[in-house]
């Protein structure tokens, strides 16, 4: 307690009283419910080498502490032979007790008083001067001479001192120590009944606040059974909340409305939808021309719906990116985020897809068969297609495997999210958390393979589809080349219903004088934009469905599927405790407010008794 022993000298620096409590508790069937608070007399002027300035105004702040408890009876203790005007505990207690309903004087020493003066103290006890509320009671304790009594002789001689003169005319129920155990049980009744709707109250108050840390700290876990019951509990939440995530039925709990990253449908529908505009409109290369023809050469100047599509998606890639794109994952792709550092060697950073090239089109398909063509004779290398498919389709990579990471931050961020939410122990939930983390990466890196796999198939692979539209569009392309070419060698003839334009013949033979060059950079490039068209709704879908949808999001090996019960079920009972079992700190608070929470339900039933 830092104050020195008895007859060991004051130290500089030091003091002689402590705001440090030694309790002493004593227990048993006829002890009373009455905690008794002993405090340092209070002194005014300082003792060398014992007490010092700062002792004094230590001591006053305690007493002033305990005492201004409205639930606290103030024993006054005054020895009679002092004037009793100069105490200064009178002064506070009525500071602290304005109505004096819970001081008690206390007058202590009166076989020390001097003959002749007993009347005046007498005077106390029948409240004819400085009258208290409660008033008086005076007691007589052992002496110098008799410190080697035993209780039994203490109370007789004390009896035996209030049976002479003039100590007898006092009331019995003012004096001896008897008398003041009588009153102080009758005032404690009187105060307890004053304070009993308080004292209720205040049990069932710190009953809640014992209930609320309990929580806090969850389901006991010191048996296998308890530990394994609270994962199955949280796994089998986690794939409850997974599930209405996954089916947008965010009304079914308020986890929803408290953190929108728990919004998991939303936030990938919209990861789609950005990942098919950006491929969409940033996609390619260059500009496909709108026109057939290569002297009509003008890239397309706003983005159009194909009306012959089968789903009537947007497609125009020969647009120009005259819209502007939502930046639905500006919030998950911050590199610098803690949450994803453990991504940071499975997925890719931030990339900025660059615009399209405004380059005529049809020069760079020129430059490319110049750089690559053979001794074909009228047509041109069949592997001429697949290099500008590659060169014209070259940022797919990077659109594709940015648009990966961005489900993966999303639905690694409402794993942890979830996590947190479910699990508000931290030792636990960083315990779950380490268990899985290896297999998720793993989950997610199969992801990013995949993606990487359709890339080279539909990259790197053969020119390939059986979709009716790829020969419809080619065709058209065809159709509208050649009228295009004719279309000043036409002139009308009226028939019998109207007027129909025609071509002479002859005319249609003179009108085709392009070179086998510029014949093969046009065909070309309505090869290329016939198919580009169908191969990147193909590519979107798919990265979409698989990459995303099934490794990630829906599949039976998805992340999201990885803390299910049967997880849980699966685990040693090393790992069991390891990821459940409580800490030495966790266990010594438990048992606290257990045991506090058993004593507050014990003194509410007395309460109620």
């Known amino acids: 307690m830092g104050i020195p022993a008895p007859g060991q000298p004051l130290l500089p620096g030091r003091s002689t009283f402590s705001d440090d409590i030694l309790k002493i508790e004593l227990s048993g069937p006829s002890r009373q419910h009455l905690s008794v608070i002993d405090v340092p007399g209070i002194f005014r002027t300082p003792t060398q080498g014992v007490t010092t300035k700062e002792d004094m105004a230590r001591v006053q702040q305690m007493v002033k502490s305990y005492i201004k408890d409205p639930r606290t009876i103030i024993l006054a203790v005054v020895p009679a032979p002092v004037d009793i005007a100069t105490q200064e505990i009178l002064s506070m207690a009525e500071e602290a007790d304005p109505l004096g309903q819970r001081t008690l004087g206390v007058l202590t020493k009166p076989d020390l008083v001097?003959?002749?003066?007993?009347?005046?103290?007498?005077?106390?006890?029948?409240?004819?001067?400085?009258?208290?509320?409660?008033?008086y009671c005076m007691v007589r304790n052992r002496g110098q001479q008799d410190k080697s009594l035993s209780s039994t002789g203490r109370h007789e001689k004390e009896k035996e001192f209030f049976n002479t003169a003039p100590w007898s005319t006092l009331d019995r129920d003012r004096v001896g120590i008897s008398a003041l155990q009588d009153r102080l049980r009758e005032l404690l009744v009187d105060?307890?009944?004053?304070?009993?709707?308080?004292?209720?109250?205040?049990?069932?108050?710190?009953?809640?606040?014992?209930?609320?840390?309990?929580?806090?700290?969850?389901?006991?876990?010191?048996?296998?059974d308890q530990q394994r019951t609270l994962l199955l509990d949280l796994a089998a939440k986690s794939q409850e909340i997974t599930s209405h995530a996954l089916d947008a039925y965010y009304h079914r709990s308020s986890l929803f409305r408290d953190n929108p990253s728990l919004r998991l449908a939303t936030r990938i529908v919209d990861l789609h939808t950005a990942f098919s505009t950006d491929v969409w409109l940033k996609g390619h290369t260059l500009h496909f021309s709108k026109s057939t023809m290569r002297n009509g050469n003008e890239p397309a100047a706003e983005p159009s719906v194909d009306k012959d599509s089968a789903d009537g998606s947007p497609d125009n890639a020969e647009a120009s990116p005259t819209v502007d794109i939502p930046n639905f994952t500006s919030e998950i792709n911050e590199p610098e985020d803690p949450k994803f550092s453990e991504l940071s060697d499975v997925i890719q950073g931030p990339w900025r897809c660059p615009a399209p090239q405004q380059d005529n089109i049809f020069d760079w398909i020129e430059s490319m068969y110049r750089n690559s063509r053979g001794f074909e004779l009228g047509t041109f290398d069949p592997s001429l297609l697949p290099i500008i498919f590659q060169e014209q389709s070259k940022k797919w990579d990077g659109l594709a495997l940015a648009y990966i990471s961005d489900v993966i931050r999303v639905v690694h961020s409402f794993l942890k999210d979830l996590l947190s939410a479910l699990c508000p122990d931290s030792r636990v939930r960083s315990n779950i958390w380490a268990s899985i983390s290896d297999e998720l990466l793993e989950r997610y890196k199969k992801a990013i393979s995949h993606?990487?796999?359709?890339?080279?198939?539909?990259?790197?692979?053969?020119?390939?589809?059986?979709?009716?539209?790829?020969?419809?569009?080619?065709?058209?392309?065809?159709?509208?080349?050649?009228?295009?070419?004719?279309?000043?060698?036409?002139?009308?003839?009226?028939?019998?219903?109207?007027?129909?334009?025609?071509?002479?013949?002859d005319a249609i033979i003179s009108s085709v004088p392009m070179g086998n060059i510029e014949h093969t950079v046009e065909d070309i490039h309505a090869i290329l934009k016939s198919y580009y068209k169908v191969a990147r709704k193909r590519f979107v879908d798919v990265v979409c469905m698989q990459a995303a949808d099934h490794f990630l999001v829906t599949g039976p090996d998805s992340p999201l599927r990885l803390f299910t019960p049967s997880f849980v079920l699966r685990l040693?009972?090393?790992?069991?405790?390891?990821?459940?079992?409580?800490?030495?700190?966790?266990?010594?608070?438990?048992?606290?407010?257990?045991?506090?929470?058993?004593?507050?339900?014990?003194?509410?039933?007395?309460?109620?008794?």
């Open 114 to 135: 001097d003959r002749g003066a007993e009347e005046h103290v007498m005077d106390l006890v029948r409240g004819t001067r400085n009258k208290l509320t409660l008033g």
């Open 191 to 224: 105060i307890t009944r004053q304070e009993f709707p308080n004292v209720k109250h205040e049990v069932d108050k710190r009953i809640l606040a014992c209930e609320q840390k309990l929580k806090f700290l969850g389901p006991a876990r010191e048996t296998d």
């Open 451 to 505: 993606t990487q796999f359709l890339l080279g198939v539909e990259r790197n692979g053969t020119l390939l589809t059986t979709n009716h539209y790829f020969n419809d569009n080619l065709q058209k392309a065809r159709v509208e080349r050649l009228q295009s070419a004719l279309e000043d060698q036409a002139y009308e003839v009226a028939l019998i219903k109207g007027t129909r334009k025609v071509v002479n013949m």
């Open 572 to 609: 040693s009972l090393d790992s069991l405790n390891l990821i459940a079992g409580e800490d030495a700190v966790s266990k010594r608070t438990r048992n606290v407010l257990n045991h506090e929470m058993k004593c507050l339900k014990a003194g509410k039933k007395l309460l109620r008794g």
